[in-house]
């Protein structure tokens, strides 16, 4: 279990972090801008139909709030953490393939009546996949979107009080959706490196005064055609 203080430490934290995911929320916006704007009318990425790829990937989660209601004076938040997993992916066309991904978040519920309390993520999605034309044989730049499921993992419940009654909250499972940005550059004919910017919905990841979630993940990895 992880033991952080809460004070006034959190506001400062839950200011960081609306700045962080503006901020990266406005990368997407590039990302897809710069993707469009290098987009050819007759150069191929360097994607061949009916290819295989498989993908290992690290990055950072930014979390969000993790409840409707506050819990004894404070609202929990699942925090900023490293997330890690492998995609595999089947590409139809030079342009239109499907992915799917096994993630893991090493998160935290956080701004808590008590201690911190690890809050594990697992999540199954499926995703379309558009690669882009580019002039750049190399460079493979794509939009991506999804859904799937979440498995959340609470080391143990959130105690506390909503109006004055006393509360205990548990994870809860539910399903995701997900759009993002990214790029492929390949290395040679079978390895590539990837850059990935996603938004993630969740609809819930606690069983009682449950809010829907908004997050970021950007990750990096690398990856194998064949």
Request: aromatic share 10%; proline share 3%.
């Given at each position: 279990?992880?033991?952080?203080?809460?004070?006034?430490?959190?506001?400062?934290?839950?200011?960081?972090?609306?700045?962080?995911?503006r901020?990266?929320?406005?990368?997407?916006?590039?990302?897809?801008c710069?993707?469009?704007?290098?987009?050819?009318?007759?150069?191929?990425?360097?994607?061949?139909?009916?290819?295989?790829?498989?993908?290992?990937?690290?990055?950072?989660?930014?979390?969000?709030?993790?409840?409707?209601?506050?819990?004894?004076?404070?609202?929990?938040?699942?925090?900023?953490?490293?997330?890690?997993?492998?995609?595999?992916?089947?590409?139809?066309?030079?342009?239109?393939?499907?992915?799917?991904?096994?993630?893991?978040?090493?998160?935290?519920?956080?701004?808590?009546?008590?201690?911190d309390?690890?809050?594990?993520?697992?999540?199954?999605?499926?995703?379309?996949?558009?690669?882009?034309?580019?002039?750049?044989?190399?460079?493979?730049?794509?939009?991506?979107?999804g859904?799937?499921?979440?498995w959340a993992?609470?080391?143990?419940?959130?105690?506390?009080?909503v109006?004055?009654q006393?509360?205990?909250?548990?994870?809860?499972?539910?399903?995701?959706?997900n759009?993002?940005?990214?790029?492929?550059?390949f290395?040679?004919?079978?390895?590539?490196?990837?850059?990935?910017?996603?938004?993630?919905y969740?609809?819930?990841?606690?069983?009682?005064?449950?809010?829907?979630?908004?997050?970021?993940?950007?990750?990096?990895?690398?990856?194998w055609r064949?």
């Open positions: 279990m992880k033991t952080r203080n809460s004070g006034n430490t959190s506001s400062l934290t839950r200011r960081r972090n609306g700045h962080v995911t901020a990266l929320r406005r990368a997407t916006g590039w990302v897809a710069a993707v469009i704007a290098s987009a050819g009318p007759s150069l191929m990425a360097q994607v061949t139909p009916n290819s295989h790829e498989i993908h290992l990937y690290a990055g950072w989660l930014f979390g969000s709030e993790l409840t409707s209601e506050r819990i004894s004076n404070r609202t929990p938040e699942l925090d900023d953490d490293f997330a890690f997993g492998m995609r595999y992916g089947y590409n139809f066309t030079r342009q239109w393939g499907v992915e799917l991904s096994l993630g893991h978040n090493l998160n935290s519920a956080t701004n808590l009546p008590g201690s309390v690890d809050f594990g993520l697992t999540t199954i999605e499926c995703n379309a996949i558009w690669h882009f034309t580019t002039s750049q044989p190399k460079w493979a730049p794509y939009l991506t979107f859904a799937g499921y979440g993992d609470i080391d143990q419940p959130i105690r506390g009080t109006r004055e006393n509360v205990t909250i548990d994870g809860k499972d539910s399903f995701t959706a759009a993002g940005a990214g790029v492929k550059y290395l040679n004919d079978r390895t590539m490196l990837r850059f990935d910017v996603r938004y993630r969740l609809d819930k990841l606690v069983d009682s005064f449950d809010d829907s979630l908004n997050t970021v993940e950007t990750t990096i990895g690398i990856g064949f």
